[in-house]
């Protein structure tokens, strides 16, 4: 038998699917659904929970719990190139970039092989569509590689991608490592997401051709949007005899 918990979500699932509750709509208070489906606050706030995790309702601190609109996806597709969106209208889309100074320490030091508190600039990008977090990226680089002109403020995902890659020297080889998990309560909180969602972290070190590492990134992406593609070429022993 279905928990309470699973009917109340089951049952505002399917309002908001068949368009009863409209996307950007705020649903009714904690303590009024409640009272409507018989439960106590921390039921409600379970089944509120269940669909959070599926990516149907936000809720915004002082606001209320509101349905989402459907997001975009975001596709990764390895090799140090940017992230793909599902449409290519970037009309809703912007990335807001702040760079900043730091010392390397805890994981930035082997990331980018740089004794501890080695200069560092950091860049911070917060992707949104529209008016709500859509992923979270922070980027390093070695401090003597940044230009003085450094990117602050909203600009196009385009845009964006563009100036951070003007930024380093081309790249000679990409590690990248992928892995699911819950999300830090600080990425929850900037991402506006579900603590139970699980997000796609994935760390991709850069280096150029003289083996020296010019780029850390640590790339955050919400699981009930993104995907991750590979496109391996396999050498085969023809080739390689070839070579």
């Not at 070190?205 to 396999?234: C, K, N, S």
Request: proline share 8%; glycine share 8%.
């Amino acid at each position: 038998m279905p928990s309470r918990r699973h009917v109340i979500a089951d049952d505002l699932r399917s309002q908001i699917l068949t368009g009863r509750i409209k996307a950007d709509e705020c649903l009714p208070s904690e303590a009024r659904l409640a009272s409507h489906y018989g439960v106590s606050t921390p039921t409600l706030r379970n089944a509120l929970a269940v669909l959070e995790s599926e990516g149907l309702v936000e809720k915004i601190h002082g606001k209320g719990n509101f349905v989402r609109y459907p997001r975009r996806r975001i596709t990764y597709l390895g090799g140090g190139r940017p992230l793909q969106m599902s449409s290519s209208d970037e009309s809703t889309l912007r990335v807001s970039v702040h760079a900043s100074s730091v010392l390397a320490h805890g994981q930035l030091v082997g990331l980018l092989e740089v004794p501890a508190n080695s200069p560092l600039t950091e860049f911070l990008c917060l992707g949104y569509e529209g008016d709500s977090p859509h992923s979270l990226a922070r980027v390093y680089v070695p401090g003597d590689l940044a230009p003085a002109d450094l990117p602050n403020g909203p600009l196009s995902c385009v845009g964006a991608v563009a100036r951070l890659t003007a930024l380093r020297p081309p790249l000679a080889e990409i590690r990248e490592r992928v892995n699911a998990r819950p999300p830090t309560p600080e990425e929850a909180a900037t991402l506006r997401i579900s603590p139970s969602l699980a997000v796609l972290a994935i760390t991709r070190v850069g280096a150029d051709h003289t083996g020296r590492v010019v780029e850390a990134a640590l790339l955050v992406l919400p699981g009930d949007r993104a995907d991750v593609l590979f496109t391996t070429h396999p050498i085969t022993r023809e080739k390689e005899a070839e070579r």
